[in-house]
């Protein structure tokens, strides 16, 4: 096992600076390309349901490294795999810039996405390992902050960016930001987490990359094609098949490749499912709100960003204090009022009109963002803490990964709900389809939160549960 690097105040805060930099230029550019994707569609001349993949596929991507990261965090030196990460992600940004179509342009969304689950993984472990126990909550605090902050501008600037100079111009700058951060990790990062000789389980790498991989691609062709097509189930068979070997393998091994034995623990369980249904509607409703301001109601990016920011704002404002929302409230009541707010928002955009102004969509982007700020932060919180400090990395690692899969199933499926009822309904609803195809997703999106609600209310307990040995 390695020794670490001591650590003093300037360089804890300067190594503090360079993820926040990392971090927010990524988050960015995650809810900017929501704004630019119709546009991109146009360019490349594909439909909406493969065009999400832009998005899904990404977040497919990003979830299949998530397994991989606990085992890379602890084989390989701090500084090195942060700035290979940093470098993979570089690489996705040019290659997407010198897209001559779709494919390649996907080809660069999975190098970025290879390269931000490792950062994504690497960020959270990095400054709970630098900062001492009664810094932490003020320093995740503010890195919290950062976060939720970063993707509050990110639709509108990339809406005007697009309008102005198209949606290349928005990763030419996410280019020249994470080069800084390159050349600042050289000289401010170093190796904070201890390594040791860990045997890399190829077997539970693929067994992991069909399961996650399988399932997320069979999920996301139902909306185009039949369940029983040969798009759909030979995909979903795969995944299925690969979960189960993945599974058994996991709780055979001596030295697991991601330890699921934490799930025995009830919190941790319930805040995996739970984030994962959140996801699910965050993900789907993040990609539909710019198609319903463009392609449904007509309005360019510009406007498509503004409408967004309103959310963007609650949460960015909501987040960093949701960590004190649940420790004056506990988890359930912040759980319940949460899970009831993002039904109320979701329910209202299934009553939406094409005649109803896009502002009110706006209202209920809003509120939903506002459950989503209650939930996300405080979920994960109320899980890690109940599981063993050594279990960490897989606690984090398995949840990310399981809740990235989920954003990109809720992508693919939600997507596709509207795509498949606005093709069926034209002959009934006229010009009034494709609103009728939203409509009915955001009830679709309904009945999965009244699921969270239901957890919340009767399977949430309260008070806190101390750490399991």
Same mark, same amino acid.
């Given at each position: 096992?390695?020794?670490?690097?001591?650590?003093?105040?300037?360089?804890?805060?300067?190594?503090?600076?360079?993820?926040?930099?990392?971090?927010?230029?990524?988050?960015?550019?995650?809810?900017?390309?929501? &704004?630019?994707?119709?546009?991109?569609?146009?360019?490349?001349?594909?439909?909406?349901?493969?065009?999400?993949?832009?998005?899904?596929?990404?977040?497919?991507?990003?979830?299949?490294?998530?397994?991989?990261?606990?085992?890379?965090?602890?084989?390989?030196? &701090? =500084?090195?795999?942060?700035?290979?990460?940093?470098?993979?992600?570089?690489?996705?940004?040019?290659?997407?810039?010198?897209?001559?179509?779709?494919?390649?342009?996907?080809?660069?969304?999975?190098?970025?996405?290879?390269?931000?689950?490792?950062?994504?993984?690497?960020?959270?472990?990095?400054?709970?390992?630098?900062?001492?126990?009664?810094?932490?909550?003020?320093?995740?605090?503010?890195?919290?902050?950062?976060?939720?902050?970063?993707?509050?501008?990110?639709?509108?600037?990339?809406?005007?960016?697009?309008?102005?100079?198209?949606?290349?111009?928005?990763?030419?700058?996410?280019?020249?930001?994470?080069?800084?951060?390159?050349?600042?990790?050289?000289?401010?990062?170093?190796?904070?987490?201890?390594?040791?000789? =860990?045997?890399?389980?190829?077997?539970?790498?693929?067994?992991?990359?069909?399961?996650?991989?399988?399932?997320?691609?069979?999920?996301?062709?139902?909306?185009?094609?039949?369940?029983?097509?040969?798009?759909?189930?030979?995909?979903?068979?795969?995944?299925?098949?690969?979960?189960?070997?993945?599974?058994?393998?996991?709780?055979?091994?001596?030295?697991?490749?991601?330890?699921?034995?934490?799930?025995?623990?009830?919190?941790?369980?319930?805040?995996?499912?739970?984030?994962?249904?959140?996801? /699910?509607?965050?993900?789907?409703?993040?990609?539909?709100?710019?198609?319903?301001?463009?392609?449904?109601?007509?309005?360019?990016?510009?406007?498509?960003?503004?409408?967004?920011?309103?959310?963007?704002?609650?949460?960015?404002?909501?987040?960093?204090?949701?960590?004190?929302?649940?420790?004056?409230?506990?988890? =359930?009541?912040?759980?319940?009022?949460?899970?009831?707010?993002?039904?109320?928002?979701?329910?209202?955009?299934?009553?939406?009109?094409?005649?109803?102004?896009?502002?009110?969509?706006?209202?209920?982007?809003?509120?939903?963002?506002?459950?989503?700020?209650?939930?996300?932060?405080? /979920?994960?919180?109320?899980?890690?803490?109940?599981?063993?400090?050594?279990?960490?990395?897989?606690?984090?690692?398995?949840?990310?990964?399981?809740?990235?899969?989920?954003?990109?199933?809720?992508?693919?499926?939600?997507?596709?709900?509207?795509?498949?009822?606005?093709?069926?309904?034209?002959?009934?609803?006229?010009?009034?389809?494709?609103?009728?195809?939203?409509?009915?997703?955001?009830?679709?999106?309904?009945?999965?939160?009244?699921?969270?609600?239901?957890?919340?209310?009767?399977?949430? =307990?309260?008070?806190?549960?101390?750490?399991?040995?």
């Amino acid at each position: 096992m390695s020794k670490t690097e001591e650590m003093t105040d300037r360089k804890r805060f300067l190594i503090f600076i360079n993820i926040l930099i990392t971090c927010i230029s990524y988050s960015m550019l995650s809810t900017a390309l929501t &704004t630019a994707l119709p546009p991109i569609i146009k360019e490349f001349q594909v439909d909406v349901t493969t065009g999400q993949w832009l998005t899904s596929g990404f977040s497919l991507a990003m979830g299949i490294m998530m397994p991989l990261t606990a085992f890379l965090i602890t084989r390989f030196r &701090t =500084k090195k795999l942060y700035l290979t990460a940093i470098g993979c992600f570089v690489a996705g940004l040019l290659i997407c810039v010198a897209a001559p179509n779709f494919y390649i342009m996907m080809a660069g969304r999975i190098l970025q996405a290879c390269g931000n689950g490792i950062l994504t993984s690497m960020a959270q472990v990095i400054l709970l390992t630098i900062y001492p126990p009664e810094k932490r909550g003020t320093i995740m605090g503010w890195y919290g902050l950062s976060i939720g902050a970063a993707p509050v501008v990110a639709p509108t600037l990339a809406g005007i960016l697009v309008d102005l100079s198209g949606w290349r111009m928005i990763f030419f700058i996410f280019i020249a930001i994470m080069l800084v951060s390159f050349v600042f990790a050289i000289c401010v990062m170093g190796n904070v987490l201890e390594t040791q000789d =860990k045997r890399f389980d190829v077997v539970s790498f693929v067994l992991s990359a069909f399961a996650f991989g399988g399932i997320t691609r069979g999920i996301g062709n139902i909306g185009t094609y039949s369940l029983g097509s040969v798009q759909v189930l030979p995909a979903l068979l795969i995944g299925v098949v690969g979960s189960v070997f993945f599974v058994y393998r996991q709780f055979h091994l001596e030295q697991p490749f991601l330890d699921l034995r934490i799930l025995k623990e009830k919190n941790y369980t319930w805040s995996v499912i739970g984030s994962m249904l959140l996801y /699910l509607v965050m993900m789907g409703s993040s990609i539909i709100m710019p198609l319903y301001v463009q392609t449904i109601m007509g309005y360019s990016a510009t406007i498509s960003g503004l409408v967004t920011l309103p959310g963007s704002l609650v949460m960015a404002v909501i987040s960093p204090f949701a960590g004190r929302i649940y420790d004056r409230l506990g988890m =359930k009541k912040l759980f319940v009022s949460g899970a009831a707010l993002m039904l109320l928002s979701n329910l209202g955009m299934f009553l939406l009109t094409p005649e109803m102004s896009i502002w009110l969509a706006s209202f209920y982007n809003a509120v939903r963002c506002a459950a989503i700020g209650c939930l996300m932060m405080p /979920l994960v919180t109320w899980g890690i803490s109940g599981i063993p400090e050594t279990k960490t990395a897989d606690g984090t690692a398995l949840l990310t990964s399981l809740r990235t899969i989920a954003g990109a199933i809720g992508s693919a499926v939600f997507v596709g709900i509207m795509i498949f009822v606005a093709s069926r309904s034209e002959g009934t609803y006229g010009d009034r389809a494709q609103m009728h195809g939203l409509n009915l997703t955001f009830l679709a999106m309904s009945c999965t939160t009244l699921i969270l609600l239901l957890i919340a209310v009767f399977l949430v =307990k309260e008070g806190k549960k101390k750490q399991i040995a």
